[in-house]
């Protein structure tokens, strides 16, 4: 019994460091290739404007008359939502961290300015856990109210 019971408590204390070190690790696929995010995971917790999964597309947001004036519009939305931390800030793109006030999860934001195009492509991916019980997406529609409204 004594063994089970240790091999009990190895078990959590594993998958606790691995979910820890998940949760401060910027992951890999965070960033720009070829003007594209990454593809989403297979897990749902995570939304973008550049999939064609229709449970996980969200609409990318208009542009404003400049670059300048749509970053500053993007970070003047981002200080009026929940605790987040911007981590990049060039050029056309901008990453932005969000963590949970109940648990302290990490959620990773990714905005792509394409001026080309005149729209904001917007990603939000978990960075712990399989769902998110719809997170991403309402952190998506605070936004996009805020920053249409602005």
Excluded: C
Excluded at 22 to 29: G, L, T
Excluded at 38 to 50: R, T
Excluded at 52 to 73: D, F, G, Q, S, Y
Excluded at 103 to 108: A, C, E, K, V
Aim: without cysteine; neutral net charge; proline residues 4%.
């Amino acid at each position: 019994m004594a063994v089970i019971a240790i091999l009990l408590v190895a078990l959590v204390i594993g998958v606790t460091a691995k979910m820890v070190w998940q949760n401060i690790k910027v992951p890999a696929y965070v960033g720009m290739q070829d003007g594209k995010f990454a593809p989403l995971p297979s897990s749902p917790n995570a939304v973008s404007s550049q999939t064609n999964e229709t449970a996980r597309k969200v609409e990318p947001l208009p542009t404003r008359a400049t670059l300048e004036e749509t970053r500053n519009a993007i970070t003047h939305t981002l200080s009026q939502l929940g605790k987040n931390k911007i981590i990049t800030l060039e050029g056309s793109y901008v990453h932005t961290v969000f963590t949970s006030a109940q648990m302290g999860y990490n959620d990773d934001v990714e905005f792509w300015i394409d001026q080309d195009e005149g729209v904001v492509h917007y990603r939000s991916q978990s960075r712990v856990g399989y769902g998110d019980m719809g997170a991403n997406r309402a952190r998506y529609e605070n936004f996009k109210r805020i920053y249409s409204a602005n």
